[in-house]
């Protein structure tokens, strides 16, 4: 996937229509086709709940096709993309970052999980006790004054109800039920990718030896402990190259690369293309 450089990054100030209101949270509905080309980002969390429709949604180079009763999670940060059918009826819940770190605990699985499997299929029940939490923060929003606490708890309710559907669905939940300590390893590499690329220094937080945590992850992952450290890096360089104006080798600097030859290799023996290449327009 190849795009260009200087996609701004969206806030939820953006989105906002009565400019006398608090734009903390926002709902609004989605009818008919719509078509994103350009990548960018949010500074805010989405909730965007599927009643019908087709297409595809991209979450961070990740390509998810799109249908009825899916609940979308996209977090602040993230890359997307659509390119959604005729058909399509969804709603979107658009929450700012204060707002969210509010409830972020009712999603029961750390947030993480989220980010790696952010499409959760919903069964008819729980589509429509979802739908009707929608609605309600809906009518909530119309009202003055509105009751805050009366919105937080109804996105309080979401969010328990989509860690529910989660369970049977993320991706190696299984693993990281069994094994928490994989779940911190990935937690870790979230905060500390840019300045270390060791698995040594991710196993000495973690109180266990580097050989110990790569047996874990060939064992739940089949695949090297240092293959983590490497995927987030390369999903970080994606993301600055797609919405930073920032020259290559800036961005080489922000990731802790300072040698602008060793990460155009890199990137290029992880993706295929070197940076300029991806920034291509295509």
Avoid at 78 to 88: A, E, I, K, S
Avoid at 224 to 239: G, M, P, Q, V
Wanted: proline share 3%; with cysteine; net charge neutral.
């Amino acid at each position: 996937m190849k795009a260009k450089s200087s996609i701004p990054v969206l806030r939820i100030d953006d989105f906002q229509i009565d400019l006398q209101s608090d734009s903390s949270i926002q709902y609004h509905e989605i009818f008919g086709s719509r078509l994103i080309e350009k990548a960018h980002q949010h500074d805010f969390f989405l909730f965007l709940l599927f009643e019908n429709g087709g297409g595809t949604h991209t979450i961070d180079f990740i390509t998810h096709d799109v249908s009825g009763h899916q609940l979308h999670l996209l977090f602040p940060g993230q890359v997307h993309t659509w390119n959604l059918t005729g058909d399509t009826r969804a709603f979107q819940l658009m929450i700012s970052k204060r707002i969210f770190e509010i409830f972020a605990n009712s999603l029961r699985y750390d947030l993480i999980l989220y980010q790696k499997n952010p499409v959760l299929a919903l069964s008819a029940s729980a589509f429509e006790q979802i739908m009707y939490e929608f609605k309600a923060i809906q009518t909530e929003l119309s009202l003055e004054p509105r009751l805050w606490d009366i919105i937080s708890s109804r996105c309080r309710i979401i969010a328990q109800m989509a860690s529910r559907e989660a369970e049977d669905k993320f991706t190696g939940l299984t693993a990281y039920q069994s094994k928490p300590i994989l779940v911190d390893y990935l937690s870790l590499i979230d905060m500390n990718f840019r300045q270390q690329r060791s698995v040594t220094f991710y196993a000495d937080k973690l109180n266990i030896t580097p050989n110990y945590l790569n047996i874990l992850c060939k064992k739940h992952f089949h695949t090297s402990a240092t293959s983590f450290i490497h995927n987030r890096l390369i999903l970080e360089a994606k993301r600055l190259l797609l919405t930073s104006k920032n020259s290559v080798k800036e961005i080489s600097y922000e990731l802790g690369f300072y040698d602008l030859a060793y990460f155009s290799k890199f990137f290029k023996t992880q993706t295929g293309a070197s940076p300029r290449e991806f920034r291509l327009p295509l």
